[in-house]
């Protein structure tokens, strides 16, 4: 079966810097990976999303790329803000059963200091 | 997006009880999805319910412990039987959205803690 694996588990940075989480996968028929923010309490909400025939993908301040062939993704969050500052998952699509299911990442905890 | 509803928001269970978690969805959808999220840790895929068949149960989750209905395409409850304390976690109710059946979209969840 599908194994996210994500780094780093946590990642501080300062207001304005970049911050990136990278994102390996196992099954090569993977083909839809997205990425979700967690803040404190609150339900994960869809950041953005990227599929196996597209590498790049932007969206404002955060953009995802996908290497397939490595089978690794990442997403970088530039100019960050204190409002960043949450946990990150990352996930893969793994068809079973007659329909795709996501295989989640452990999470990298995100704090952006002022 | 669905508007995923989850009831209870959060509860206190004493140990060997049962708690049931509803999940009702404001359109027909044909799967949905429950997770599991333990304190500070990843999304865990209990099981998917389609409606009119048998839930299928992931890798070490079973029907006996965490039972799940899906009577119609708006509506699945999940149980979580015989409680322990390794049960305190937040559950959460995922349908997909529309069109392409891959953008998941969670509900509030579901804080339980066992005593």
């Known amino acids: 079966g599908e194994n996210v694996e994500q780094h780093p588990s946590t990642l501080s940075v300062q207001e304005g810097d970049s911050a990136v989480i990278k994102c390996t996968y196992s099954d090569s028929a993977s083909n839809y990976f997205p990425w979700y923010k967690q803040e404190l309490g609150k339900r994960p909400q869809l950041i953005i999303d990227i599929r196996s025939n597209v590498g790049e993908k932007k969206d404002q301040r955060i953009a995802v790329t996908l290497n397939k062939t490595a089978k690794h993704f990442s997403l970088h969050i530039t100019e960050t803000q204190p409002e960043d500052s949450a946990v990150y998952f990352c996930?893969?699509?793994?068809?079973?059963?007659?329909?795709?299911?996501?295989?989640f990442g452990a999470g990298t905890r995100l704090a952006v200091h002022p | 997006s669905a508007v995923i509803s989850q009831k209870p928001s959060r509860d206190i269970c004493q140990r060997g009880t049962s708690l049931t978690i509803q999940c009702q969805v404001d359109?027909?959808?044909?799967?949905m999805f429950w997770y599991r999220q333990q304190p500070g840790q990843s999304l865990t895929l209990i099981a998917t319910a389609n409606q009119g068949s048998e839930a299928t149960y992931e890798s070490g989750f079973v029907i006996d412990k965490f039972p799940i209905s899906r009577p119609n395409l708006t509506f699945s409850t999940l149980t979580v039987s015989n409680m322990s304390p390794e049960d305190s976690s937040i559950y959460l109710c995922s349908v997909p959205g529309q069109p392409t059946n891959e953008k998941l979209f969670f509900g509030s969840g579901t804080q339980l803690s066992v005593l």
């Open positions: 996930a893969a699509s793994m068809f079973s059963g007659g329909y795709n299911k996501l295989i």
């Open positions: 359109s027909q959808v044909t799967m």
